[in-house]
């Protein structure tokens, strides 16, 4: 009769070593997302990239609330404005006061506000990135920058992945003839190089009257020139997910087509959409800055693309005027890379090397 | 079916995205705020209401959107009026580049550039090719070695800068290493080019940088593929059957990775075009994407409708020859 030596068996240990058996109790009754959290954790480069991302949109609200608490400050609080000294008249500085406070702190130089006397400063204590031509403070240009610039990211992103994921969702749900015609156009707008169609379409359009002037025109046309691909992966994503057993219980319930694709099967394919939305942000900071290098951008914004467009031909002379804004959205492009590539680690192991 | 008739079938449905795009752009230039002829027209100096008007007609007609009756010419009138045009080689004149009052005909105008964007831009392709492999087969067969990771964190870099700003970087570099700014100037074009030292000279740095964006873009992915490749039972088997380590990533991990590779490469292709458009406009080498985008600020409209035909042209005839070399790089696909 064969039996087992258990006595062999124990002296074996355990088949896997003790770490890994403390990570399997810890993984334990975690959702899916403590666990990605917890791969996301152990990623060096991924979270040198949150850190990077997570600075850059508090840099982004803080700027945004201080210039506009500044402006409202401006114009309803007349504690600077006296009227022997002309320049307490203009808003030379960005201030922060608080109910009780008997001065406010000036903490920038206004970005759009010229002093005649500071221009083409080099870097120093009072300028930490010298000033430009026109002797703005570059600090404070690209401090202020940064919500514009970050905004335009997110906003283009999001809707270009709205739109794509609507219509890519539809067409995998439904297939048959909308499907069809929606591989047509995304074709189209495939054979043709980006960025060329976007100077092409802007170029005609950017004299058009909608709010929010000619980063509007830029954001709407953007969306609309390139959700194809993030159509095309959900829309791949759905033709998977309909076969499962979730869906045919669903159906046999009577639940409505869209309680079915917007409630049970979209959550399904959210580990994707992360991964569009957050390599996206990436490549749509990318284009905006592009499109404002070579002038297709509003010159009135505060932003980086267009500090960059109106000093890139002063980078041998002037290196650090163009060379700020430019570091930024070097910045700004890396820290979305590494997280959106650490993320796409963690949402889906399969794919890590 | 036999490969002669897939390339002649797939040459054939090019025609129909060709029409598709060619009907987008002239309905986006005509749905478009603003009148032509206001552009065109400029700052014509006019004492009277009647020798405006005399002019304004005149330039409606002469650019077809009025008949010779002053009867507005309906839309797809003028859209079949383009293609006919377009199947002669004719795409019209020039409104910004002008000799002697009147427009230069485009066909003239991209004919004498196009060589210099087929130049710069087959070369960097070649280059970039040729480096990225080199470099996704050093880090993917040395995995976590010093040069694997250097060479990571290098290409991610090189990934995240703007092209354009790794262009002006280049031209500044070069400018204190050599005092050569590499912005082109009139000596670079003298004909015959190809025995032109001072064409080669500056055709150097937006080489370089087209090949540093592409580079960057592909070595990442050639990289990320060996490694799914290089963990397959059939490279393990060859392995262990005491195969020369070169032959097992040559013969066999490559030749099966290069499939996907192909694949992205043929999709990066339009990438490619949008880059020479950035890195030409840098180094005002006049190239086709120089004369897109100076078109695009004269608001030139014959000249970017002209511009839109051709890069998408050139994008599909590369697809169409990436998509042909994978019947002689996988013998398994037969058409």
């Known amino acids: 009769m064969a039996t087992v030596d258990k006595k062999a068996v124990e002296e074996e240990g355990p088949i896997l070593d003790e770490t890994t058996l403390k990570e399997i109790e810890s993984m334990k009754g975690a959702g899916q997302w403590s666990i990605v959290w917890r791969r996301l954790k152990k990623d060096t480069m991924g979270m040198v990239g949150l850190y990077i991302v997570t600075f850059l949109i508090l840099m982004a609200i803080v700027s945004w609330f201080l210039l506009m608490y500044d402006k409202w400050l401006f114009n309803n609080v007349a504690l600077t404005r006296d009227p022997d000294n002309p320049y307490s008249l203009a808003n030379l500085y960005v201030d922060f006061w608080l109910p009780g406070m008997k001065e406010p702190i000036i903490l920038f130089q206004h970005p759009e506000w010229q002093f005649a006397d500071q221009v083409k400063l080099p870097p120093s204590i009072e300028h930490p990135f010298g000033t430009d031509k026109n002797g703005r403070d570059m600090f404070s240009r690209v401090f202020f920058g940064a919500t514009i610039s970050m905004a335009l990211g997110f906003i283009g992103q999001m809707t270009t992945v709205i739109i794509g994921t609507i219509l890519g969702s539809l067409s995998g749900y439904y297939g048959g003839l909308f499907d069809d015609i929606l591989q047509r156009i995304v074709e189209l707008l495939y054979s043709m190089p980006g960025f060329i169609l976007l100077v092409f379409v802007i170029v005609l359009f950017e004299n058009t009257n909608i709010p929010g002037g000619r980063y509007a025109v830029v954001v709407i046309f953007f969306s609309l020139i390139s959700w194809g691909g993030t159509a095309l992966i959900v829309r791949s994503n759905f033709f998977s997910l309909k076969q499962q057993d979730f869906v045919e219980a669903e159906k046999a319930l009577g639940a409505a087509d869209m309680r079915i694709i917007f409630r049970h099967i979209l959550p399904n394919s959210l580990a994707p959409l992360i991964i569009i939305i957050t390599l996206g942000i990436a490549g749509t900071i990318f284009t905006f800055a592009a499109l404002a290098f070579y002038g297709f951008g509003d010159p009135n914004v505060v932003s980086w693309g267009d500090d960059l467009n109106r000093w890139q031909n002063d980078l041998m002379t002037y290196p650090w005027m163009p060379m700020f804004p430019a570091l930024m959205i070097f910045f700004t492009v890396l820290g979305f890379n590494l997280l959106g590539d650490a993320l796409r680690d963690a949402l889906d192991p399969r794919l890590k090397d | ?335």
């Open chain 2, 1 to 335: 079916m036999s490969l002669k008739g897939y390339i002649l079938r797939r040459t054939i449905y090019i025609v129909p995205i060709m029409l598709a795009i060619t009907l987008m752009n002239f309905t986006l230039i005509n749905i478009s705020p603003g009148d032509p002829v206001l552009v065109r027209l400029g700052l014509i100096k006019c004492e009277t209401p009647e020798c405006y008007n005399a002019a304004y007609n005149k330039e409606a007609i002469e650019m077809g959107l009025l008949d010779n009756s002053l009867y507005t010419v309906p839309w797809f009138e003028r859209y079949i009026d383009f293609v006919n045009d377009l199947l002669h080689f004719d795409l019209g004149k020039s409104w910004s580049y002008t000799q002697a009052g009147e427009g230069i005909p485009i066909s003239k105008i991209i004919g004498d550039h196009a060589v210099y964007t087929v130049v710069l831009n087959l070369l960097s392709f070649v280059l970039s090719l040729l480096l990225s492999t080199a470099i996704g087969v050093v880090s993917a067969t040395r995995q976590n070695s010093f040069w694997d990771r250097t060479l990571t964190v290098a290409m991610l870099l090189g990934y995240s800068m703007p092209l354009f700003w790794l262009a002006k970087l280049l031209m500044l570099v070069s400018y204190y290493l050599f005092n050569f700014t590499g912005v082109a100037n009139k000596s670079a074009f003298n004909k015959p080019l190809i025995l032109n030292p001072m064409f080669y000279k500056f055709l150097i740095l937006p080489t370089l940088s087209l090949t540093l964006g592409g580079l960057v873009f592909m070595a990442r992915l050639i990289r990320s593929q060996l490694l799914e490749i290089l963990r397959q039972d059939y490279i393990t088997t060859a392995k262990s059957k005491g195969l020369d380590r070169r032959a097992v990533i040559y013969k066999h991990a490559f030749r099966n990775g290069l499939l996907p590779i192909v694949t992205i490469i043929g999709n990066s292709l339009p990438g490619l075009l949008s880059g020479s458009v950035m890195v030409e406009s840098v180094f005002g080498w006049p190239g086709l994407g120089t004369i897109f985008l100076e078109a695009a600020f004269m608001r030139d409209y014959p000249m970017m409708m002209a511009t839109n035909t051709i890069f998408p042209f050139l994008f599909l005839i590369a697809r169409l020859l990436t998509d042909i070399t994978y019947v002689f790089i996988d013998p398994r696909i037969k058409y």
